[in-house]
C-alpha cells in the first residue's frame, strides 16, 4: 500500500522554525487531513496533533499543524534540543481502506 | 492514565505461529477503535490492522491478509493479533495503538512487544 511522502531528514538551529511536510492524494491527506506523532529514539510514538489540526492535552504550543491540498504540514516554532526527534503523518486512505503512515523525518536540531 | 500493555512476542522460525495480546486499562475500551502498528529496526511505523470498537469492521494492510487476524474481547478489555506464516520481515516491535473517539487520530500507543523471525 502507497505510504504519505515526508522528507527524510531536516535540520534547524536552536530557536529557528521547522516546517514538515507530508504529502498525500485525495483519499488519504486531501480528504480527511493528518495526524502527526513524535517519536524519541526508543520510545513508542506519542501523538501531536489530531486530524482536525487540534492538540492533545499536554502538547506545547510551539507545535501547530495545517493543511493545503493533499499536503499537511507542521511547523514546530521555537525549535529545542528536546525536539530532536522522527515525525510521522498518518491518515486513513479510503480508497485503500487502511491507515498509511509518511516514511518519517527525523528533525535534528543544530 | 491510559495503559496498553502488549505481550506475547518472542522468537518464531520462519513460518511459525504467534499470538500477540493487548490489555488495555483506564478507559471504556468498548468505545474505542484499535490498531496494531509495527515498526522494523531502524524503520519506519508500518499499520498492520485495525479493528472497530465491536469488531463490525476490521481491516488489514495487504501483505498481512490471509496471514494475520484481529480479534478483541471487550469484557476482558483486550485486543489480540493472531499472527501465522511468519517471515523474516514480520520482524519487528509491534504496538497496540487506540484511535480517539472519532477517529482523529491514533492518540494512545503501548510500549510495544519484539517478534523475532529467525531460524
Known amino acids: 500500500q502507497a505510504g504519505l511522502t515526508q522528507p527524510p531528514s531536516v535540520s534547524k538551529g536552536l530557536r529557528q522554525t521547522a516546517t514538515l511536510t507530508c504529502t498525500g492524494n485525495?483519499?488519504?491527506?486531501?480528504?480527511?487531513?493528518a495526524a502527526w506523532l513524535q517519536q524519541h529514539q526508543g520510545h513508542p510514538p506519542k501523538l501531536l496533533s489530531y486530524r482536525n489540526n487540534n492538540r492533545p492535552s499536554g502538547i506545547s504550543e510551539r507545535f501547530s499543524t495545517s493543511r493545503s491540498g493533499n499536503t499537511a504540514s507542521l511547523t514546530i516554532t521555537g525549535v529545542q534540543p528536546e525536539d530532536e526527534a522522527d515525525y510521522y503523518c498518518?491518515?486513513?486512505?479510503?480508497?485503500?481502506?487502511?491507515?498509511?503512515f509518511g516514511g518519517g523525518t527525523k528533525l535534528t536540531v543544530l | 492514565e491510559v495503559q496498553l500493555v502488549e505481550s506475547g512476542g518472542g522468537l518464531v522460525k520462519p513460518g511459525g505461529s504467534l499470538r500477540l495480546s493487548c490489555e488495555a486499562s483506564?478507559?471504556?475500551?468498548?468505545?474505542?477503535?484499535m490498531n496494531w502498528v509495527r515498526q522494523a529496526p531502524g524503520k519506519g511505523l508500518e499499520w498492520v490492522s485495525s479493528i472497530s470498537s465491536g469488531s463490525s469492521y476490521i481491516y488489514y494492510a495487504d501483505s498481512m491478509k490471509g496471514r494475520f487476524t484481529i480479534s478483541r474481547d471487550n469484557a476482558k478489555h483486550s485486543l489480540y493479533l493472531q499472527m501465522n506464516s511468519l517471515r523474516a520481515e514480520d520482524t519487528a516491535v509491534y504496538y497496540c495503538v487506540r484511535d480517539s473517539l472519532s477517529e482523529q487520530g491514533p492518540d494512545f500507543w503501548g510500549q510495544g512487544t519484539l517478534v523475532t523471525v529467525s531460524s
Open positions: 483506564d478507559f471504556t475500551f468498548s468505545d474505542y477503535s
Open positions: 498518518s491518515a486513513w486512505d479510503s480508497s485503500l481502506r487502511a491507515r498509511v
Open positions: 485525495s483519499n488519504n491527506v486531501g480528504k480527511q487531513g
